[in-house]
């Protein structure tokens, strides 16, 4: 990493001392990236755009804000109202979580399509679930700061889901609150792991990263890099293409904040907390929906709570669950299928989620329940007996389609 | 090492089992050390002094005429406390324990047959359930009916219908005189 020459003598004094500018090189300028890269590649970078989005955002709301139950929704109001641009900023932030979790779904999906969790790349599956679950927890807790009807009773359903614990449950849940139901010290705590988890998440990126470049990117094809001569640097090619991609977010996050900035939000979250009124319907933000989903499916109180812990947890295990070799779904003729059902299923989950749990929804949210939950037994035995299509034998290979395409003896050209 | 007078350089087995021991015995320390230097910032999470002190709540019932309810707030929670008239006594009474998810006879809940007094907080995830206005679903078995996932209350608070594990949970509470009670 380090031992690389620059021309200026100041960098070159710098990084013999501290190789920040090797390290920047080898990672962000030299990184060797497949050339084959679609633009579902896009999203893991768009996502690292939005966490820096949001906390930059943050900040600046911090301190407009106040974490007292007696003034928590007043302050947000003067945030937009009287604070210079403190209406963009809310709305920035706000919607900013809705599109961090637009393309962090994205950047899962993708993974799911093209196999990216396979080996050697478990861990760096692994890391990204880790920040996927740290995000949950700093969206509900910010979603809880303006301390409308929403903020209260999401606070104290999803709080109550640790009361469910056997024989230490209550008292879990009294260490959460700091007190007998959330109040001001529930508040007040919130607003202070809001502030500490997205730096959690920044090292969890961190480590995400590092995994990546050990293991280097999957591509639309699945096969491992061959040589060279499959590569392109990172700079100016995916660097551009990143680039173009962040313009093309912002147009629709922009559009969201100028022309429809509640558009995510619940109306009741306008109505200031009120502990003797629970609202007659109450839901979670959009992205927590296949999940509360799964909770309200099982009609039992800690059955439902292990399913809905359980829908996540079994996706750290999908590198070990799905037993085909054969990472991209492009020469999986069946799971291509099954992938595609099993998005739809997320989807009608979500839809489940967000209605009230009477007729036919119940009915819908247990049969999509057991259909998410079928999925990976089912990854495990399509492994065993779907016939994969026969794998292009290089990146370079099915891009000439001349003599070379199909013949395993063909020397590679040399880059 | 060597100008040092070690009796045990001949037998290096029992020299090592020492320095293993040590080193566990540094690493117990250690580790129980830090868990007693963890509790105190995980404690301060728990319920400060001052919330603990807002333990009771006086009620006047004088103005609640039979078959009204009313709603207290104690320690940040709701407490329903409600008029019940005769048949809705009956109505509770009369129920065969063996069918109830959480069996527990009426004269168990109450102190005095009329009045029933329980924290207003559903046992499933916490919501607020319906019923203390007149205007409200009370459910299909007369008490109450909540909202977020559909659990239904009988006229004891048991627990009769939906998600909800146990049955409304009877605060402690003291007559003062035969019109005021005080909870907690």
Same mark, same amino acid.
């Given at each position: ?38 633009? @579902? ?13 949001? /906390? ?5 709301? &911090? ?7 007696? /003034? ?14 403190? @209406? ?21 999906? %993708?993974?799911?399509? $093209? ?5 050697? %790349?478990?861990?760096?599956? &692994? ?25 209260? @009773? ?7 889901? =640790? ?21 001001? +010290?529930?508040?007040? %705590? ?47 090619? $995916? ?20 022309? &429809? ?5 619940? +109306? ?17 933000? @959009?992205?927590?929906?296949? =999940? ?13 709570? /292990? ?23 492009? =020469? %999986? ?47 495990? /035995? ?25 013949? &395993? ?7 | ?16 089992? *020492? ?6 015995? #540094?690493?117990?320390?250690?580790? #129980?050390?830090?868990?007693? #230097? ?59 324990? #063996? ?9 168990? *809940?109450?102190?005095? !047959? ?56 009877? !605060? ?9 009670? *005080?909870?907690?």
């Amino acid at each position: 990493m380090s031992g690389q020459e620059f021309d200026n003598k100041i960098i070159q004094w710098v990084d013999e001392r501290l190789p920040i500018f090797s390290i920047l090189k080898h990672s962000a300028v030299d990184y060797p990236t497949p050339k084959n890269l679609n633009y @579902w590649w896009n999203f893991g970078s768009l996502a690292g755009f939005m966490l820096v989005v949001m /906390v930059a955002t943050g900040i600046f709301l &911090a301190m407009g804000y106040a974490a007292n139950t007696l /003034v928590a929704f007043g302050a947000v109001e003067h945030i937009m109202r009287d604070v210079n641009y403190g @209406w963009l900023l809310r709305y920035l932030h706000m919607n900013g979580a809705s599109f961090f979790f637009i393309c962090v779904y994205i950047h899962i999906f %993708r993974g799911l399509y $093209y196999g990216s969790y396979k080996a050697p %790349r478990e861990l760096l599956w &692994a890391l990204g679930l880790l920040i996927y679950l740290v995000m949950m927890g700093t969206a509900f807790m910010g979603y809880v700061l303006p301390w409308g009807q929403m903020s209260f @009773w999401g606070a104290t359903v999803i709080t109550n889901l =640790f009361s469910a614990v056997p024989v230490v449950g209550d008292y879990i849940v009294t260490l959460l609150w700091g007190g007998f139901s959330v109040d001001n +010290p529930t508040l007040n %705590r919130f607003f202070a792991l809001h502030y500490l988890l997205p730096f959690v998440i920044f090292a969890l990126v961190f480590l995400h990263v590092v995994a990546l470049h050990t293991s280097k990117s999957n591509n639309p094809l699945g096969i491992d890099v061959k040589g060279p001569q499959d590569t392109i640097p990172f700079h100016p090619y $995916y660097t551009i293409k990143d680039l173009f991609g962040i313009g093309v977010l912002l147009l629709f996050y922009l559009g969201v904040v100028f022309f &429809a900035p509640n558009f995510f939000g619940e +109306p009741d979250n306008y109505v200031p907390a009120n502990p003797l009124v629970t609202p007659p319907h109450i839901v979670p933000e @959009w992205y927590f929906l296949p =999940f509360y989903a799964i909770l309200r499916a099982i009609p039992d109180k800690l059955g439902g709570v /292990v399913a809905m812990f359980g829908a996540i947890i079994i996706l750290f295990f999908l590198p070990w669950i799905d037993s085909s070799k054969v990472r991209s779904a492009k =020469f %999986r003729p069946i799971f291509k299928q099954i992938f595609w059902i099993f998005l739809a299923v997320c989807l009608v989950l979500g839809y489940c989620g967000s209605q009230p749990p009477e007729g036919e929804i119940v009915i819908v949210g247990r049969i999509a329940t057991a259909a998410y939950f079928l999925f990976f037994p089912l990854l495990w /035995v399509l492994g065993k007996v779907e016939k994969p299509r026969p794998l292009p034998h290089s990146i370079a290979a099915p891009v000439l389609k001349g003599a070379s395409a199909g013949h &395993a003896a063909q020397p590679m050209e040399k880059a | 090492m060597a100008d040092t007078s070690t009796p045990t350089q001949g037998t290096p087995p029992e020299g090592e089992s *020492r320095r293993d021991f040590l080193l566990y015995a #540094a690493g117990a320390v250690g580790v #129980a050390g830090t868990a007693l #230097a963890v509790w105190p910032l995980i404690h301060s999470m728990n319920p400060a002094a001052d919330t603990l002190a807002l333990s009771t709540t006086e009620v006047d019932l004088s103005a609640v005429a039979e078959g009204q309810a009313i709603t207290v707030t104690w320690r940040g929670k709701p407490v329903f406390i409600r008029h019940r008239t005769a048949a809705e006594i009956e109505s509770a009474r009369k129920v065969d324990l #063996a069918e109830l998810r959480d069996p527990q006879a009426d004269d168990k *809940r109450v102190q005095k !047959p009329e009045w029933l007094i329980l924290v207003g907080v559903c046992t499933h995830l916490g919501c607020i359930p319906m019923g203390q206005k007149a205007s409200d679903p009370r459910g299909e078995y007369g008490g109450w009916f909540c909202p977020c996932h559909g659990s239904a209350y009988d006229t004891s608070g048991r627990i009769r219908k939906g998600p909800a594990p146990l049955n409304l949970a009877v !605060p402690t509470y003291t007559f003062l005189t035969d019109t005021s009670v *005080r909870i907690g």
